[in-house]
């Protein structure tokens, strides 16, 4: 639901005015940052960013989301050898956790999960976390792989696709409000800043043979797409 921001106030130098839309402040904060650092008349791609485009996309996501960095988690650096740069994003993929019931809300908690995904995953010898985002259930957006790298998520899908998880298990518990309305403003702002039509944006089981992202989440993806 769109609500005026009623401050005035400068984001990186852009003057904010009373009653912007929201939409409006997520435009502003990208046009100043991210889009303009792309080529006129194309979308930000991820095999545009140098460190310093993704940082402003970083930055932006902080300032619209409850956003950690990968430090919050304190993740093990990458495995580089083992990455693929990224290719333009062009789709989402949404994802649980999908192991034991997860009603975590701390933020060590959530920190202490998201290291051993990420070990797990490089025992399986991924190169980082496979996705390049987490929602917990307080609904705050981790960052997980960098969106430098292509993400590793779907079986032979992960090119141009932006990986995103849900901890917890939705075939047996409910994903919770806050952690729906986290994956709502995380999807909100991927597609301002990459061409995502909502057509394109998809659970795990539309992609592949899998339960994943569970039944008691699924429809709540179904909407996103269906919503536009
Ligand atoms: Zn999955």
Redesign the pocket.
């Known amino acids: 639901m769109a609500h005026p921001y009623v401050m005035n106030m400068s984001v990186d130098g852009i003057k904010l005015k009373t009653g912007w839309s929201r939409r409006d402040f997520v435009r502003a904060l990208l046009l100043g940052g991210v889009a303009m650092a792309a080529a006129p008349g194309r979308a930000f791609a991820a095999s545009d960013a140098k460190g310093k485009d993704l940082t402003r996309l970083y930055a932006a996501l902080v300032k619209e989301l409850n956003f950690c960095r990968k430090s919050a988690w304190a993740g093990e650096d990458p495995i580089r050898s083992r990455l693929r740069p990224a290719t333009p994003y062009k789709l989402l993929?949404?994802?649980?956790e999908?192991q034991h019931l997860n009603q975590h809300r701390l933020k060590g908690e959530i920190a202490a999960d998201i290291q051993n995904i990420q070990a797990g995953h490089c025992k399986r010898k991924y190169g980082d976390i496979a996705y390049h985002f987490i929602v917990d259930q307080a609904g705050r957006v981790w960052e997980g792989r960098s969106l430098q790298y292509q993400g590793a998520?779907?079986s032979d899908h992960n090119a141009g696709n932006v990986g995103i998880?849900l901890l917890g298990n939705f075939e047996r518990q409910q994903p919770s409000e806050q952690q729906l309305t986290g994956l709502n403003g995380l999807v909100g702002v991927l597609r301002q800043v990459f061409p995502i039509p909502a057509d394109r944006v998809y659970?795990?089981?539309d992609l592949?043979q899998?339960l994943?992202?569970g039944a008691r989440l699924y429809p709540h993806i179904a909407r996103m797409r269906t919503a536009g």
């Open positions: 993929t949404v994802h649980h999908g998520h779907v998880m659970g795990h089981c592949a899998t994943c992202p």
